[in-house]
Each structure stands twice: as C-alpha cells, then as structure tokens.
C-alpha cells in the first residue's frame, strides 16, 4: 500500500510520496513528467525535505475515489467510466514512452474532478515494479458495488477475477465488455426488461460467489428479500439509504452510580492496589459521561441548524453531492465530512478543501480525520457552527 501525507501551501493542496529512485532528475520518466503536461496525470515535482527526496502531486480542489465513494454504491456504469479512464491516461501515457508499472491505481491515490468527473492519476517512477497494479482498483469495486444491480456485481466480478492474470490486458478485457452492451447508457437498460442475451450477466450461482462475496446466511434476511425480488422491482423500487446512527440516547436507571460516592465507584479499583499506594486526585474523578441526544450543527450567531444523526453526512456547496450545503464561496463544493469509527465518536474529515476545516483552532490538513465533541466550533470557510445536541439545546 503506497504511504502518502498531505500538506497545504497557501492556495494549493499536495499529496507527498517519498522517492525511492536515486538521482530522480537524470530518469527518463521523470523528465517527461516536469517538462510535459500529460492528460489525466497529476503534475509532480521533486522536494528536499529534511535530506529526503520526495515527489509533491498537485491535488488542489479534487477528490480521491476512496473519499468520494466513501458510504455510496458504484453501478456499472460508474465502474466502466473508472476503467475508460485508466484505459485513456494508459493510451496518453504510451505517447510519450512511460510504462505502465509506475502508475498508481489504488482509490485513495487517484483523484476526481467533482464538477466535470475526470479523473487525475498519479504517476510516481519506479514504484510497483514486478506486482499486479489492479489488485487495489479491484478490491474497491468489489466492496463498492451495487449489489442491487446484476449487472454491476457481475462487472466488478468479472475485473476482479480476470485481472488477476499475469496476461491482463485492460484494453482487452474492455472491449470484450463492450460487446456485450455493457456500455449502453445507464437509463436506458435500467428501464429495459431483460432479454436472453442479457441473461448471461445474471449473478453467478452462489457456490462461486462465496470466494468473493458473502453468503445470503450471512447477508441477512433484509438482503436475501431483496435478492429474491423479480428484476423490474429492483429496478423501479425505491433505493435503500444505509447509513450509520450514533449517540443513542441513553436511558438512566435511578439509584445508580448518580447516588454513590466517589469512594464507592473507585472501590473495586482501589481493592486491587498494594497497600499503602497513593491516589491521584485525577484518579478520584468522576468518568465524563457521554452527551445524549441527536447531534446538531448549529449556526453561531445565525439560525440554521443541520442534523447528523444519520452518517456519513458532507458538507459542500455541491447541491447534489453534499447532504449539508453551504452556499458561501469560501467553502469548497465538496468540503468535509461527518462519520463514524464503528464506535460511538464523530469524526469529521477535511476533503481536500480550498480553505480548509477548523475544529476550535486547529486547522485539520488535508485528508485529515479528527474527533469532535459537545461544543466545538467548526468552521468550514467562513461558515462558523457548534456541535450541540437535542437535548442539550433545550429541545
């Protein structure tokens, strides 16, 4: 996996790779990369920094795939524009002699245009030499997947499988597709009903899908439903929004820990200490208990006020993009982002933004994840708001 940080300078965003290639300047490929502008490839530059060498790729105002399909679901046609794409930086890359082996197609190393959705890769010289380039490009289609959608599943299986080989050729494999109508506009074989040749794009029986998927057993009863539903159902039916909910309220029981002295809630603790040992008066503390209630963002010195109950939630002047949207033009159209762990905590993301995130303040640097709690203030922009909750808020 490609070890990458992320640094802000002024009004630019850059990912940071470490060089592995002595005497970067006199290589060929490094060469074409600073004296060319190559479609679709992220311009580079080599950086001293503390004695190491390091290439910084300019990711200002785009979205890394990983981020951008982050709780959202591929359908085949989003999965055959991502491989057209690398099919075409591939074919522009070719013009100028650079071999395919120092492309990077891992997601979270190749970046979107949210506005026009052409997508920008990063070429980085002499790395991935002599391993399959596919592998991460494929695992994220199998986990992104619709799996609502036939025909997706079957084209994220079929990649998956295929480009396993050492004889993979991404050209190839396209074209096969494309003879099977795989490329037709999306509105138009969702609105048509399945015909025989069609047919043979249906999911694959169970017993090979269990090396790559789950089970029914273990995809539930909800999902084995709707398996089960005929195809024009799937295909009219309303679409399911799964999210994550956290901060649960909690319900107290009277006569709990709120009736007990600090000596009795430490009292197991302080049975097992040696005799004699001394106790902190942090020690003595009560634990802070956890906020109840429906987390909101609420406008400081304003009115608005927006829900996260439901996660992952963005924040963006992108209407369509962004479940949360703020239309200042300091905040960039796809901003930050809301989510969770697994566990109880609200994380919040800086996506890459033109003018960053504050938590209080601290900046979050690009692609930087960090915790917020009752009370802080967050600042997307010029857009200020505090995290409160319903209960909390007198509601």
């Known amino acids: 996996m490609i070890q990458a940080e992320y640094r802000r300078e002024l009004n630019h965003s850059y990912m940071v790779i ?6 970067l300047t006199q290589q060929y490929s490094y060469r074409m990369l600073r004296e060319n502008r190559i479609r679709r490839l992220l311009s580079c530059q080599e950086r001293m920094v503390d004695g190491k060498s390091c290439l910084y790729f300019e990711i ?3 979205q890394s795939l ?20 690398t099919m075409q930086v591939l074919e522009d890359m070719g013009e100028y002699l650079l071999d395919g082996e120092s492309l990077i197609l ?6 979107l245009d949210v506005e026009t959705e052409e997508m920008y890769f990063c070429y980085c010289p002499g790395w991935g030499k002599g391993e399959n380039p596919y592998t991460a490009l494929a695992d994220f289609f199998l986990e992104h997947a619709d799996y609502s959608r036939e025909t997706a599943v079957n084209l994220a299986y079929q990649f998956y499988k295929l480009s396993k080989s050492d004889s993979f050729v991404l050209a190839s494999f396209l074209a096969c597709i494309e ?7 999306q509105k138009e074989w969702e609105k048509t009903p399945q015909s025989d040749e069609d047919r043979q794009w249906e999911v694959p029986p169970e017993p090979v899908l269990t090396e790559c998927f789950e089970t029914e057993s273990e995809m539930g009863a909800k999902e084995e439903r709707r398996r089960k539903r005929n195809w024009l159902q799937r295909l009219f039916g309303p679409k399911e929004k799964k999210k994550t909910q956290i901060f649960s309220k909690q319900k107290q029981t009277p006569g709990t820990e709120d009736n007990r002295t600090l000596w009795d809630v430490y009292a197991d ?5 040696e005799a004699g040992e001394t106790i902190y008066f942090s020690d003595l503390e009560k634990p802070r208990s956890k906020p109840s209630g429906v987390p909101y963002l609420t406008e400081v010195k304003g009115k608005r006020r927006f829900s996260l109950e439901m996660l992952p939630v963005t924040v963006g002047k992108m209407a369509d993009r962004a479940e949360i949207v703020l239309d200042d033009a300091s905040v960039s159209r796809v901003h930050a982002r809301f989510f969770s762990d697994g566990g109880e905590d609200l994380l919040l993301i800086d996506l890459n933004s033109r003018n960053g995130t ?3 303040d601290r900046k979050l640097a690009p692609n930087e994840a960090a915790k917020v709690e009752l009370g802080d203030k967050i600042r997307f922009g010029r857009e200020c708001f505090e995290l409160a909750f319903i209960d909390s808020i007198g509601e």
Not at 72 to 83: E, G, N
Not at 106 to 111: A, E, G, K, L, R
Not at 269 to 273: C, D, I, P, S, V
Request: aromatic share 8%; glycine share 2%; with cysteine.
């Open 18 to 23: 470490q060089n592995s290639i002595l005497q």
């Open 60 to 62: 200002s105002s785009r």
């Open 106 to 111: 891992d997601p979270s190393c190749i970046f």
């Open 179 to 185: 003879k099977k109508n795989i490329r037709t506009q």
């Open 66 to 85: 990983e981020r951008f399909f982050e709780g959202k679901k591929l359908d085949a046609m989003q999965i055959w524009q991502i491989l057209e794409q």
């Open 358 to 360: 504050m938590i209080n």
């Open 269 to 273: 603790a302080l049975e097992k200490r």
